[in-house]
């Protein structure tokens, strides 16, 4: 993949994941704590399961910004190896990685076989192939 090509994709990948993380935040979300966005929640006049359910979408859309924050990472350090003219170097056995691959995931650090092992390892912890 061209470097220009490349550094358009991972661009807008930026944009898309810095505007979905700024929705987050202007909703809030981090602002407050989890006894905050409960307390028009009274415990008395609440049924338990509603506490749980504004528990349960907090945890999970805090869930989603951490997602966010790490697919945006992922980015930005991809920028950072295009910079330095090693991206499109897989970072584990050093060989390219398919243009195929960098095409559907501009941000990736790894060839296919290098992935397809570190996920294999991190479903079964402590045991390497």
Known sequence: MQSDEARGRLDEEQARL???RDDFLQEGLTSENEQESLSELSSVDQHQADIGTETFNRERDLSIL???EAE????EHALRRLDEGTYGTCDACGRQIDDARLEAMPATRFCLDDQAAAEQEARVPGQQS
């Open 66 to 68: 951490e997602s966010l």
């Open 72 to 75: 945006l990472a992922d980015v």
């Open 18 to 20: 810095e505007g979905l």
